[in-house]
């Protein structure tokens, strides 16, 4: 009953993430002689179905607009028409426009007058950048990521993007309001092509209560709509080759956009499509080329359909994302056909529905449907999981040994000098994450200063993941979920597996509710609000990972299995587990406060203070589900808690002209609950080492290998300082440009939940205090400038800069000092010049060059010394400053130069 009564609350009150993906705009409007409030002055949205009167104070307001670039329109029998054209409107974001109306003199007279974007934002209340179609268009970036990536408090490595000093996994994405996640691991999900975007809001510091499941930051991106008129582009950029052939890459990539109103229908029904599709043979250069070919597909739709009062708006979308790469290992230079191929597939559909109540109340539901699919293997080599060692593998060097499948793989490795020279890929991966959501909230306005927001979100997810390394001898597998990929009739297909092998359907459910209301006054803005994350794992585990699967009797056996071990399946590596517990489920009550304040004219405050938590990469719950032996015999832990953090944020922002500010902030994140792989051995074990009561500090190092699963016990904390400097472009001076630094510490236990397992491994103490994480950039510097010079001429240039990243250099003891090196900083030069011109008033003809590290510097941007097996450490020992190891890999290396060029036909 308890259970229905929670249920019932959400789906009264709840919202877990409904994200911004509207704005809204207020104004007064005034008689321009008596200075007094016009009452029922029409305001209207030109080009959209949006629109309000003013009340008996002059005041009105537009909620629900999407964002962008628009002309505001206020008429009045007896008055002279007053247009506002250039008003933009940001996510989330209150736009003040307020008119001034004269008596007509001659009806039909019109003033129009050209916004001033504020340089400040006043409802700031956290660290937000946001990056608007016209800005995505001339960075010399080719999606929103390399935007995300080039932001104050964001460092990269070979994982990804790191938030202030966050792990990669806890930073959300979001399109549209519907989470686009890969969930396995908490991971970017999906890709949207720069013609489909609208807007990117880049949440770094605090973020109000409608935001969830999220620690560090959060990336909300609203596709497009259709106008009130046909527009469309085309777009094509293909390489420029320079340097001969190690360094061309073969890159061509083309570009469609098409919106408006749907043929032969009102303005009411609208659409927009966009596609993209990028093809190389290079698709992620390092130092040189390697033959890693790629092909790319991104489509992008919205259809929306507003009723002739305008109160009621839905809107269909739709995402689709097509991957396909071969993987360039360096281990395997000498075998490129056992280099392993992916290919993922996302899609993400979604229904909105926006219903205005009256003036001030409006209300959205959202449902989505979301899939993302990876799969990743040598061509023609795959790992039945229903079958033994034997089946799956063939001994070339032996010509007696019988192979039972098609799709079999050489696992008997022949090297020389770390490269191989006989041996396939033995690595196997299929991910499969389908996720329904459904979300809606409620939005009131209270009077003039205070707009309630509540809601309800519910997501159900259905998983299956499999992982298998085919070792000679010990093969690993980590599975989860009931369905599989495995060889069927000669072919690659998704079946249940038989209920001998343990594996149930993966199916968690989050659910959460906020309340948030956000105060507007001329001397403050204030975010308060309060959010409940749920959590249902929907699993079980033994009640004691001691006694997992030994029997009491020690009498339980599979069939034709002779051994006093309840081991069984096709390797005899398959237990039966005993004294299973559901996992409970998880709850977490998370304020939010975030407040903006003018101390002087032309200077504003603010400040937040939050909690945040997010449920841990599902992976992590439930990898080896049916604890399937092996060397490490790692499995999942669905009882782990939310990973959680608390944030705090203060910053200034000055003006010192209308084009001209100064941000400076400062923000320390205190981080707790991660998770990490801990050690579950057997104390009774025979083989266990004697304890020495004289050294106390053998007892981490001797403990035998037993169950190893994952454990809420990491910790870390991150500070820093950001300082930007941004100018905006006017029409007296064509220069615009952001400089931002940001110093920045982050600290903690490990980097990764591995971690704790590798120390392990190599016979080292736990770590006990706060070393360097991988990711710890103390400096960072990015300098976009553009300058517009007249003829429709451009340019712009941007420039990134990082201290380098750390890395562990050899270790004599077992306590090791963690990070203690650092990789050589990190400049890039990247440059668009492009050239524009006006066709008969109806088409923008654009030609464009790109250039990407303008100084071919050799960065190393992608080091990771637990990639191979290569012993890169000592190898750097040896040969100072040779990062690319024994075998030079290039892919250590950010892209050599590339340089592209491109035409754009609009209209």
Request: hydrophobic share 35%.
């Amino acid at each position: 009953m308890k259970r229905v009564f929670h249920i019932f609350l959400l789906l009264l009150w709840a919202n877990f993430a409904e994200a911004g993906t509207t704005g809204k705009l207020v104004g007064v409007v005034k008689d321009a002689n008596s200075k007094e409030a016009l009452a029922g002055v029409n305001i209207v949205v030109q080009g959209m179905p949006l629109g309000a009167a003013t009340d008996l104070d002059g005041f009105y307001v537009i909620t629900n607009v999407p964002p962008g670039s628009y002309t505001l329109a206020a008429s009045m029998i007896g008055y002279t028409t007053v247009s506002i054209s250039d008003v933009y409107v940001s996510i989330d974001k209150t736009t003040t426009i307020h008119f001034e109306m004269a008596g007509a003199v001659v009806a039909g007279q019109e003033v129009e007058i050209v916004a001033e974007r504020p340089i400040i934002q006043k409802d700031n209340t956290s660290t937000v950048r946001t990056i608007d179609a016209k800005q995505l268009q001339v960075l010399p970036v080719n999606n929103f990521g390399q935007v995300v990536a080039l932001s104050s408090g964001v460092t990269s490595d070979y994982r990804g993007s790191h938030i202030r000093g966050g792990r990669v996994s806890e930073t959300v994405y979001e399109v549209d309001g519907l989470p686009v996640q890969d969930v396995h691991f908490g991971w970017q999900g999906a890709t949207i092509a720069n013609a489909a975007v609208a807007e990117v809001s880049i949440l770094s510091g605090g973020f109000n209560a409608e935001y969830g499941n999220a620690q560090s930051g959060v990336i909300n991106i609203v596709t497009r709509e259709g106008g009130e008129k046909l527009e469309g582009s085309f777009e094509t950029q293909l390489e420029i080759p320079e340097g001969g052939s190690n360094y061309e890459t073969g890159y061509q990539r083309y570009m469609l956009s098409l919106g408006g109103p749907v043929p032969l229908s009102s303005q009411r029904l609208r659409f927009f499509f966009s596609g993209e599709g990028i093809f190389a043979r290079d698709g992620y250069p390092g130092s040189r080329r390697v033959e890693q070919p790629v092909d790319q597909y991104l489509l992008n739709g919205k259809l929306t359909y507003t009723t002739p009062d305008q109160n009621i708006k839905l809107s269909l979308g739709a995402l689709y994302n097509y991957n396909q790469a071969r993987r360039y290992l360096v281990e395997f230079q000498l075998l490129p056909g056992a280099f392993p191929e992916y290919k993922t597939i996302t899609g993400q559909y979604s229904l909105k529905f926006t219903h205005i109540l009256s003036k001030g109340v409006f209300y959205n539901l959202s449902f989505g449907y979301y899939q993302r699919h990876h799969n990743e293997h040598q061509p023609g080599k795959w790992w039945d999981i229903r079958e033994s060692e034997d089946w799956n593998t063939i001994d070339q060097t032996n010509p007696n040994d019988l192979v039972g499948s098609s799709y079999a793989i050489n696992n008997i490795s022949i090297s020389d000098g770390y490269l191989e020279t006989n041996s396939d890929y033995t690595g196997f991966f299929d991910r499969l994450s389908t996720t329904y959501t459904a979300r809606g909230n409620l939005t009131t306005l209270i009077g003039k200063h205070h707009t309630m927001n509540s809601g309800f979100d519910i997501s159900m997810h259905d998983l299956s993941y499999l992982t298998v390394w085919g070792i000679l001898g010990a093969p690993y597998t980590f599975l989860y979920g009931d369905k599989q990929m495995v060889i069927e009739n000669g072919e690659l297909l998704r079946k249940e597996t038989p209920e001998w092998m343990g594996l149930a359907p993966v199916k968690p459910k989050t659910y959460g509710f906020y309340v948030q209301d956000k105060m507007e006054y001329s001397g403050m803005v204030m975010n308060l609000g309060l959010r409940w994350d749920i959590f249902d794992p929907a699993a079980s585990k033994p009640a004691d990972m001691w006694t997992a699967f030994y029997p009491a009797d020690d009498t339980l056996h599979y069939p034709n299995n002779p051994a006093p071990w309840t081991y069984g399946g096709p390797n005899y590596d398959i237990p039966v587990l005993r004294n299973l517990q559901k996992a409970p489920v998880k709850h977490y009550l998370s304020p939010r406060l975030g407040v903006s304040y003018p101390i002087m004219e032309k200077d504003i405050m603010h400040f937040s203070y939050g909690h945040y938590v997010q449920t841990p990469p599902l992976q992590n719950l439930y990898q080896n589900q049916n604890y399937s032996y092996d060397w490490w015999f790692i499995v999942g832990n669905p009882d782990l808690d939310w990973e959680r953090t608390v944030s705090y944020e203060v910053g200034i922002t000055h003006a010192f002209t209308h084009d001209f500010a100064l941000n400076l902030t400062g923000f320390y994140k205190d981080i707790n609950n991660l998770t990490n792989i801990d050690n579950f051995a057997d104390p009774t074990d025979p083989n266990q080492p004697p304890d020495d009561p004289n050294n106390p500090e053998d007892d981490p190092v001797d403990t035998p290998v037993g169950i190893q699963t994952y454990v809420n016990q990491d910790w870390g904390n991150v500070r820093g300082v950001e300082i930007s400097l941004y100018k905006r472009s006017s029409r007296s001076d064509r220069l615009s440009g952001n400089l931002s630094y940001t110093y920045m510490v982050g600290k903690g236990r490990y980097s990764d939940p591995r971690d704790g397992l590798l120390r392990r491994s190599n016979l080292t103490l736990p770590a006990t205090q706060y070393y360097p994480l991988d990711w710890d950039m103390r400096h960072k510097f990015v300098g976009s400038i553009d300058y517009r010079v007249p003829w429709n001429y451009g340019i712009n240039l941007l420039v990134n800069y990082g201290s380098g990243l750390p890395y562990t250099g050899p270790q004599t003891s077992i306590e090791w000092e963690y990070n203690d090196r650092r990789l050589p900083a990190v400049l890039r030069v990247d440059l668009r010049a492009n050239k524009t011109f006006r066709v008969q008033n109806k088409y923008r003809l654009e030609f464009y060059v790109q250039v990407y590290n303008l100084f071919d510097r050799e960065n190393v941007t992608r080091f990771n010394d637990e990639s191979t097996y290569v012993p890169i450490i000592q190898y750097l020992e040896e040969h100072p400053g040779e990062w690319g190891g024994p075998l030079n890999d290039p892919l250590v290396y950010d892209t050599h130069r590339e340089v592209r060029g491109g035409m754009i036909i609009a209209f």
